[in-house]
């Protein structure tokens, strides 16, 4: 019998803080702040409180891309949100999104700021308003909203179930791990199927359901989260490696990648973004913004 198998669960289920997994620190069961601390505010019309992970990197893709179609109404200031250390539970963070995740948008450019969480919701807002990676067509926009949404029902099976299970809970849990692969492989398929008869997610155009599925799936296909492609057999899934490499070479992504990003190599880390000059920052002045 293993740890798994001997658990018995409490009548009523008890907080237990120090659970040994990776993110047992920040994991609470109660929502709210749990501190005062205002967001910054920046000169664009689009501030961002973030951090690089796929979740993150969907928006900052979407507007490095708007400002590469010439959206200057597109411009921002992405904040770091540190979520290891609990900056989502800041009560300013909080009234950004009451769910406590990134990302969260602050969109100034009207008479009155209004929050935007949830980041599928973020992406459909932006390319409404600017009109843009967005069919039109009654025919086409169905299509779209489908595998944007797909993509927001989907990812936290594999991120919250199998990359959890297989990557940071504390012990292996067989039971876990396979459930989790079995329908993350489906996922993997049912994208592969999708692609083979598709350029893109909507067919012939880029849009908002391939910036929002790529740096979930595209990330596991190019072994980039979870070191699962081999555990996944990822490069088995042809058409989708074809999209995802495709994908991954846009001067917009390459930029996205990296705003907010905390982890890897510091020439592809831009801890924060308020200017398209800041790409430039030098590599002595991020290891100078690291230690902060
Ligand atoms: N469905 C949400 C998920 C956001 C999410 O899970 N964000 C994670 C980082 S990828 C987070 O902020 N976690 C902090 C926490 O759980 O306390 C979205 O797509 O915006």
């Known amino acids: 019998m293993n740890e798994a198998t001997a658990y018995v669960p409490d009548k009523v289920w008890q907080w237990d803080k120090e659970n040994g997994g990776k993110f047992a620190n920040i994991n609470r069961p109660i929502a709210g702040s749990t501190h005062d601390k205002e967001l910054p505010v920046g000169k664009h019309p689009m501030q961002l409180y973030s951090l690089g992970t796929p979740n993150g990197v969907k928006v900052t893709i979407l507007l490095e891309e708007l400002l590469a179609l010439g959206h200057s109404g597109a411009e921002y200031d992405a904040w770091l949100i540190k979520i290891g250390d609990g900056d989502q539970f800041g009560s300013g963070f909080v009234e950004a999104n009451p769910n406590s995740k990134i990302p969260a948008l602050m969109d100034h450019s009207g008479a009155k700021p209004v ?5 599928g919701a973020i992406l459909l807002h932006l390319a409404e ?3 843009a990676l967005l069919p039109d067509d009654p025919g086409k926009r169905p299509e779209c ?37 079995m329908e993350v492989k489906r996922q993997l398929d049912v994208l592969d199927r999708h692609l083979a008869d598709n350029q893109y997610m909507c067919g012939d155009d880029y849009t908002i359901a391939d910036i929002a599925i790529w740096p979930w799936y595209g990330a596991v296909v190019l072994n ?10 990822a490069g088995s899934y042809k058409h989708l490696g074809r999209w995802t490499r495709e994908i991954d070479e846009r001067k917009a992504v390459k930029r996205g990648r ?25 590599t002595q002045d991020k290891i100078e913004a690291s230690k902060s």
């Not at 929050?115 to 980041?119: D, H, L, P, Q, T």
């Open 224 to 233: 980039r989260v979870y070191g699962a492609a081999e555990y996944l057999d």
């Open 258 to 282: 990296m705003v907010n990003r905390t982890s890897g190599p510091l020439e592809e880390q831009l801890r924060e973004r308020h200017d398209a000059a800041d790409f430039e920052t030098k």
């Open 115 to 119: 929050r935007v969480f949830e980041s």
């Open 145 to 181: 909203l489908s595998w944007l949404f797909w993509q927001m029902g989907s990812a936290p099976y594999l991120g919250g179930g199998f990359g959890h299970f297989y990557a940071y809970a504390p012990f292996k849990i067989e039971y876990s791990i396979n459930r989790y692969a």
């Open 129 to 131: 308003k600017f009109d």
